[in-house]
């Protein structure tokens, strides 16, 4: 089994409509985070979360939200999503600062 | 605004050649640069990762080059195989910032023909 698993794979939703995306991971890490690929942009950071009790806005976090509902899961909401929201979406992990980042193996969403 | 800069976007060897991946970035904060390698359907991986106290890092047929005066750092791969074709993205980290996470490069899509 992979250790950071997320869920979906894959979604195609409606513009103005709610979706979740799920990540749970194995690790026992205590870091998780949400990442957006663009092609041509990289990878770039939604939320992050350090512990349950604590979540932070990443560099794009407009339009989305996030919940960690324990230490091996964090979700990422679009309350209402929109077709820019169109992209790769990853979840990650680590253990500590400037350690090895765990990713799954994303989701692609596509908003019509 | 972004914080590190990759180039090329996309990049086609010959089995053997040395495809050679650069990133350049602004921040003297940083301390921590590492290499991401993804293959389609999948998630990054770690490839390799360097500090700035050293100059170069060596792992297999991988080499990071790492030059703090210019603020640049490269990858190389060695005897590049069919096998290496991958998108690759560099990192970047920053301790002391406000979110002290990784700032990725914008990737680099290389092929290697057989």
């Known amino acids: 089994d992979a250790d950071v698993t997320q869920t979906p794979r894959n979604r195609i939703t409606k513009t103005g409509k709610r979706i979740m995306l799920e990540c749970s991971q194995t690790?026992?890490?205590?870091?998780m985070y949400w990442y957006r690929q663009d092609p041509g942009l990289g990878l770039r950071l939604i939320y992050y979360?350090?512990?349950?009790?604590?979540?932070n806005k990443g560099e794009i976090s407009d339009g989305y939200s996030v919940s960690r509902q324990a230490q091996a899961k964090f979700s990422l909401s679009l309350e209402s999503a929109i077709p820019n929201q169109t992209a790769l979406y990853f979840c990650?992990?680590?253990?500590?600062?400037?350690?090895?980042?765990?990713f799954g193996q994303g989701t692609r969403l596509t908003v019509v | 605004q972004q914080q590190v800069k990759q180039s090329p976007q996309s990049l086609i060897v010959q089995k053997g050649g040395i495809p050679i991946i650069n990133c350049a970035y602004e921040n003297t904060a940083f301390d921590y640069f590492p290499w991401y390698q993804q293959f389609p359907g999948k998630g990054p991986a770690l490839l390799i990762a360097i500090r700035p106290d050293v100059s170069e890092k060596k792992e297999g047929r991988f080499t990071i080059s790492f030059n703090k005066s210019a603020k640049q750092f490269s990858l190389h791969i060695m005897d590049s195989q069919p096998g290496d074709s991958a998108t690759y993205f560099c990192a970047a980290s920053d301790p002391y910032g406000s979110a002290r996470q990784l700032t990725f490069g914008s990737g680099t899509q290389l092929t290697v023909l057989p």
């Open positions: 990650a992990t680590t253990q500590g600062w400037n350690t090895e980042a765990f």
């Open positions: 690790k026992g890490h205590d870091r």
């Open positions: 979360s350090f512990d349950v009790k604590d979540i």
